[in-house]
């Protein structure tokens, strides 16, 4: 049977506000939904992937945070915000003034996620469902919370942050000290300590860092 998404995400969510965004509404699992408690055994099954746009992350958050607190790192900028997923650091930017904004993610449920969240924040965003790793970008910004959690996909951003930086493209990071993060080729901009779950992570309390990649 084929999924709608829209559908799934209106019955799977609710809308609140990320404890440390919360200028900011979002179509979210929570503890009352069973989306909340399968297994990946489980998402298989009904054929959804891991729903990582239904979690407001810590490194999302943190970058959220620190972009609406720093409007001038995206006002009148043009901006690409990879590995979307709910489209919260993309909401943040257009919030904070970017000329445009475009939320990426290969994820196929995540246009109907960010389309629902754009509405419920008043924002427009265009969306992107194409891999754009390793590809050039016709923006000035790129913005990637939490991007950092598996040594494989992290080895096959680097050399592509490391391309858009040397282009002129400001990259930033939020990541709240996933193993994968490059420390050694980032600066660090600001630190939060950002409430999250002990059901996504090991923690109740995330200490995220946003980072300029140079």
Same mark, same amino acid.
Request: aromatic share 8%; proline share 7%; charged share 20%.
């Given at each position: 049977?084929?999924?709608?998404?829209?559908?799934?995400?209106?019955?799977?969510?609710?809308?609140?506000?990320?404890?440390?965004?919360? &200028?900011?509404?979002?179509? =979210? #699992?929570?503890?009352?939904? !069973? $989306?909340?408690? %399968?297994?990946?055994?489980?998402?298989?099954?009904?054929?959804?992937?891991?729903?990582?746009?239904?979690?407001?992350?810590?490194?999302?958050?943190?970058?959220?945070?620190?972009?609406?607190?720093?409007?001038?790192?995206?006002?009148?900028?043009?901006?690409?915000?990879?590995?979307?997923?709910?489209?919260?650091?993309?909401?943040?930017?257009?919030?904070?003034?970017?000329?445009?904004?475009?939320?990426?993610?290969?994820?196929?449920?995540?246009?109907?996620?960010?389309?629902?969240?754009?509405? &419920?924040?008043?924002?427009? =965003? #265009?969306?992107?469902?194409? !891999? $754009?790793?390793? %590809?050039?970008?016709?923006?000035?910004?790129?913005?990637?919370?939490?991007?950092?959690?598996?040594?494989?996909?992290?080895?096959?951003?680097?050399?592509?942050?490391?391309?858009?930086?040397?282009?002129?493209?400001?990259?930033?990071?939020?990541?709240?000290?996933?193993?994968?993060?490059?420390?050694?080729?980032?600066?660090?901009?600001?630190?939060?300590?950002?409430?999250?779950?002990?059901?996504?992570?090991?923690?109740?309390?995330?200490?995220?860092?946003?980072?300029?990649?140079?």
């Amino acid at each position: 049977m084929k999924i709608d998404p829209r559908r799934f995400i209106l019955d799977n969510t609710d809308v609140m506000a990320p404890p440390h965004v919360p &200028e900011i509404r979002l179509h =979210l #699992a929570s503890e009352v939904h !069973d $989306l909340w408690l %399968k297994t990946e055994e489980d998402l298989a099954e009904i054929g959804l992937p891991p729903p990582f746009w239904a979690f407001a992350w810590a490194g999302g958050q943190g970058l959220a945070r620190y972009i609406l607190d720093h409007p001038q790192a995206v006002a009148g900028k043009t901006v690409v915000d990879f590995a979307s997923g709910s489209g919260l650091v993309a909401i943040a930017a257009a919030k904070a003034g970017a000329l445009s904004v475009v939320a990426a993610d290969i994820d196929p449920f995540v246009p109907a996620a960010i389309a629902l969240n754009a509405a &419920e924040n008043e924002v427009e =965003l #265009a969306i992107c469902a194409e !891999d $754009l790793v390793g %590809k050039p970008l016709q923006a000035d910004v790129l913005l990637a919370g939490d991007v950092f959690y598996d040594q494989s996909f992290a080895e096959r951003l680097l050399p592509w942050f490391s391309l858009l930086s040397g282009s002129g493209l400001t990259v930033l990071v939020g990541d709240p000290g996933r193993s994968y993060c490059p420390r050694d080729r980032m600066q660090a901009l600001a630190s939060y300590e950002v409430p999250v779950t002990r059901v996504l992570e090991d923690s109740e309390i995330k200490r995220t860092t946003v980072w300029r990649f140079a």
